[in-house]
């Protein structure tokens, strides 16, 4: 299958990205700001970095790319789109995921490794996960703080949209262990169609043992499965 | 050209030249420089770009080697890591900005030392900084330190490049003012590695980047006098970073790596266009003409002279034929960023500058570049320096017991955590990452390799300040310790000055015996030097700096497999001091925290003894003989074996009874003394005559202290604390307590 990448000024994780996919057997294309070809991909990412700077607000610009117009309308098809930090700010920005990413509540910047604890199966993203299994995936942000207003949570919930929770290492729900003062403790949410994934943390940094972690691997293993399972899902033209 | 009457001294004080060096250019000349010419050559002539005291100095270190593809006098230095690739770096001091504005000062600092490594054609991978404050317990020095570290983070992180080590120290000696050295490391392709030498007169200057403010005009010579009272009112002097812009330069610049197109390329750093021009030109042994109408401004009515020593960042001269320009300036349109062709190479060997027709400058680059004049300045050992030395560590009893003063070193602001810091760094973007930060040496993979490469930074300025040349080998060998502990062979060192006002002898003495110190130890381990930077005048109303040499070391293993990490990794193993026994209280961090002074003889130090400890710990891990591996620093032999419990999350039992005899300060020599040469590893207990073998062979000590395991710190009659404490006060040391 083949993933895109989509690249703005300023966008840096998409070689990490690339080489995930590639360690899968994958291939991936790069998808250029300015362009609106999604060149066939079968799952859009859309990675980490600071996107036109991160000037006025991060992801406030990228959203207007006309690159976005192809995603919103991808994505509104069906189609897979993986947000991962600058991305997710990017999705919330566009209004295909609810809520916003707002300033760390430590004020600072944080590179550490998070654990994630899965809280539904039901995506394409997490299918080859175990519900209430526990992923170790660095978080790289400083404007990760997860918000949205008590009726667009308590929907997340019900619906089962909360993707990762940010937990202790050993799975349990602990007050302190969200690197940035996410409500609720949430790292990952999916759209209503379940086809628009969000995630601070960076699955493609948790690609290899060598590097502490191959958990990140489970949600591109994921999207890979699903892709081949369901054909229901769009293929970008 | 108008000339400028006779000058005043205000005028010299401006552009920081003295009335006998204005007298030599315009003898050199044959007549009276105009405005632009004055700001040049001062420019040019100023330590920050000249060296003018440093160079003769700077001769003397040894530059060459079979690995050097680049030493000293480009961009940045470049090394031979295997598989056609070359390792490009270099470090640079952004000490004075930082001191009035940490925030800029920090962040710009990193994006003129990428510059330097991506002007190569290298991509940039990782990044260290070397830190100094003063006292952490003052709210001032905390406000710098989180400046300092909010630049650095704001900068790095933005671009994607790993921030993966450097250290911090907090001294009296920096109170006002701190240290920001940043240290840039890249790879590529050894085919593609590009110089900055103009060729091909009639070929087209390009200016690429940003467009060329006010800000930072004068910078060069800001760095090269003493800050004072009315230094925060040079803010002005201080320039402003947009990691974005740089981002995308970047990205361009390492496109362009290799392309025939590319004649030449060279950033723009201290004094602007008018050293990046200058050096450009006089290196390809050409000239230039530049038309300074021509360049994007941000602001009107900038006058030539503004625009020649603007130092706005993010600006990258290039050099192409005029028949490829249009292709070139098409790549960097392609990433919104805008490119001026504002001038041509010329073979006239001189710099013309001119506005709308009117020439403005027209000097001679040698002039410029070798005709710098070289300040020999007295040198004379400091009479206080024997008082110091005359002290007696042994003679002091020690305050607490050797467990509550093990707690308290843990736990200080130069020996604890650094995790607080280095989690607001990015250290992982580029998935090569493998040694993280808060061992010894980063370890990055080296893709298409089977190797990595080690970064680390050090620099002990207590050891200097007692003696200069002791301290710049010390930090040369603790370098290279730091390297051969993850089990990569020293291959290239750049070094960073840090000194006060040389035109005092006592100053220009400490800088000559430290360049000494580091020609000693680099020769002794067969390591050159490719690269550096001096930041003199360190100074805040006549009082210096304690010399501060620090180096920047990169290492290389031939095969990650081989790697080795500082923390005890399993239980049961043996634990094992690698290098001699010693008690060196001389300068260590235990008497400054003891006794609140740096005094007594400095750590012992014998090359030939460093290079074959080194030499045994290599063919130890390379063995795979060794389950960790840590070196010997700040706060000795207790508290590496206390680092190596914290990073392993295990504890060790030493059953050697060596530290419980001897009177309370004998132990306190053995336990925390700073002797050199050392190492203390794990291996499994099986392993250990092979180890010894290895040892004996190059006529290294080894001792087997105990074993790793539980959940206790013992030296057995000594102390026995438990693990969870001593993590808790290493975690804990630079938080503030409020």
Sequence with gaps: ?237 | MTSAGPVSDATLAEVALTRGEYELSTGRLGRVPTEVELGVIGAMWSEHCGYKTSKPLLARLPVSGPRVLQGPGENAGAVDIGGGLACVFKIESHNHPSAIEPYQGAATGVGGILRDVFTMGARPVALLDSLRFGPFEEPAQRHLLDGVVAGIGGYGNCIGVPTVGGEIYFDESYRHNCLVNAMCVGVIEQSKLTRAAAAGPGNLVLLVGADTGRDGIHGATFASVELNEASSERRPAVQVGNPFLEKCLMEVCVTLAGDPRIVAMQDLGAAGLTSSSAELAHRGGCGIEMDVSRISRRERGMTPYEVMLSESQERMLLVVSPQDAASVQAEFDRWDLHSDVIGTVTDTGRLVVTDVGEVVCDLPLDLLIDDVPLRHPEALRPAGLDAALSVDPLAMTPPWSMGETLMRLIGSPNIGSRRSIFRRYDHQVGDDTVVLPGGDAALLRVRGTAGAIALTTDGNARYAALDPRRGAAIAVCEAARNVVAVGATPVGVTNCLNFGNPEKPEVFWQLSEAIEGMREACLALGVPVVSGNVSLYNDTEGVSIDPTTVIGMVGHLEDLERRCTAGFGRDGDSVLLVGPVGMDLGGSEYQRLAHGINGGPRPTLDLDLERRVQAAVLEMIAAGLLSSCHDLAEGGLAVALAESCVLGGRGAQLTERLFALGAPVVQAGLLFGESQSRFLASAAAAAVAAVRAIAQRHGVDVRELGTTGGGRVTVIDVFDLALTELGRAHAGALVPSR
């Design chain 1, 1 to 237: 299958m083949r993933f895109g990448i989509a690249v703005f000024p300023g966008t840096w994780s998409d070689g990490d990205c690339a080489r995930a996919v590639e360690v899968l057997g994958h291939q991936s294309v790069r998808l250029w700001h300015r362009d609106r070809d999604l060149q066939g991909s079968d799952c859009v990412i859309l990675p980490g970095g600071f996107a036109y700077g991160d000037h006025l607000r991060t992801g406030a610009v990228a959203r207007f790319a006309p690159l976005m117009e192809s995603v919103q309308e991808f994505a509104a098809a069906g189609g897979l789109v993986l947000g991962i930090c600058n991305g997710f700010q990017i999705l919330c920005e566009a209004h295909l995921l609810p809520g916003a990413l707002t300033r760390n509540a430590s004020l600072e910047f944080r590179c550490e490794t998070t654990w994630l604890r899965v809280e539904t199966v039901e995506t394409p993203f997490t299918g080859d996960c175990e519900r209430g299994g526990v992923l170790a995936i660095p978080v790289s942000h400083g404007e990760g703080r997860f918000v949205a207003d008590p009726s667009t949570l308590d929907r997340l919930e019900a619906e089962q949209r909360v993707a990762f929770r940010y937990v202790a290492r050993d799975g349990t729900a602990v007050g302190d262990a969200s690197p940035n003062g996410s409500m609720r403790d949430i790292a990952g949410v999916v759209s209503e169609g379940r086809n628009v994934l969000g995630m601070m943390p960076h699955p493609e940094r948790a690609a290899e043992p060598l590097l502490g972690s191959d958990d990140g691997m489970r949600i591109f293993r994921s999207v890979v499965e699903a892709v081949a399972e369901h054909s229901a899902f769009a293929v970008a033209p």
